[in-house]
């Protein structure tokens, strides 16, 4: 079985702060870990995904994450914050192999409010 | 645009009642899989099919069931509804393993 843990149910930051949501996840195998992005109204976005190969991610709009299996981690950053980066974050974990693939178990959420 | 289409948008029913949810996956994506996120249970894995057999099920409630049509195309059946069962129901597909997951707008159920 696996799971996620976001810390932090909302994050605010200002525009040109760094942005740093925390993803903590669970899993018997190796994982594949996801970050998606939910706008208002909008279905999930992928920013970005870790499936075994590098362990640093670059992903759209500027984010990247980086997966640490000794921390169990897979936080998401962006150097600089937009206002349009104001949405919903979710970090997923689905496990390797047989089809499992899109079997996706979300973390709660984090709701990153942008100040300018 | 995701390229995956649900519809209805919006649906607003009573208590008792059943409802068919429509998704049509991205042209040529053989898997379909159906989401629901509610304010209590956040985002839940429902149900996986895959070139119209089921594939994998997750917390999906015996009220609800789901079939993949041969023109690749699902329906989310929910029947004998309740209160808590007001939600976003997603549909999501993707061509093969390791491929990106793509997530349509969502239905909106609301049962009152």
Redesign the interface.
């Known amino acids: 079985a696996q799971s996620v843990t976001q810390l932090g149910s909302h994050v605010s930051v200002s525009e040109g702060a760094l942005v740093l949501l925390r993803c903590n996840y669970s899993s018997s195998v190796p994982p594949y870990l996801f970050w998606y992005v939910q706008y208002p109204n909008q279905g999930l976005q992928l920013l970005l995904k870790y499936t075994s190969a590098a362990t640093l991610v670059k992903g759209i709009n500027g984010f990247e994450a980086e997966f640490k299996k000794s921390e169990t981690s897979f936080h998401l950053t962006k150097p600089s914050a937009h206002m349009s980066d104001a949405a919903e974050y979710f970090c997923a974990v689905s496990l390797t192999g047989g089809t499992s693939y899109g079997k996706l178990t979300f973390g709660q959420g984090t709701i990153l409010t942008v100040h300018p | 645009d ?1 390229g ?1 289409t649900q519809t209805p948008k919006h649906l607003i029913t009573a208590t008792g009642q059943r409802v068919t949810l429509r998704c049509s996956p991205r042209s040529g994506d053989l ?1 379909v ?1 159906w ?1 629901q996120q509610s304010l209590d249970q ?4 429902l149900i ?1 099919y ?1 070139n119209g057999e089921e ?2 099920k ?1 917390n999906i409630l015996e009220r609800f069931s789901a079939q993949q049509f041969p023109d690749l195309h699902s329906e989310l059946n929910l029947s004998s509804l309740e209160l808590g069962d007001s939600a976003l129901y ?1 549909c ?1 597909s ?1 061509r093969e ?2 491929s ?7 239905t909106r159920l609301t049962v009152t």
Do not use: K, T
């Open positions: 995701s995956v898997s899989y989401y956040g985002l839940q894995f996986h895959y594939r994998a997750g997603f999501a993707h393993e390791n990106p997951l793509h997530f349509g707008n969502g």
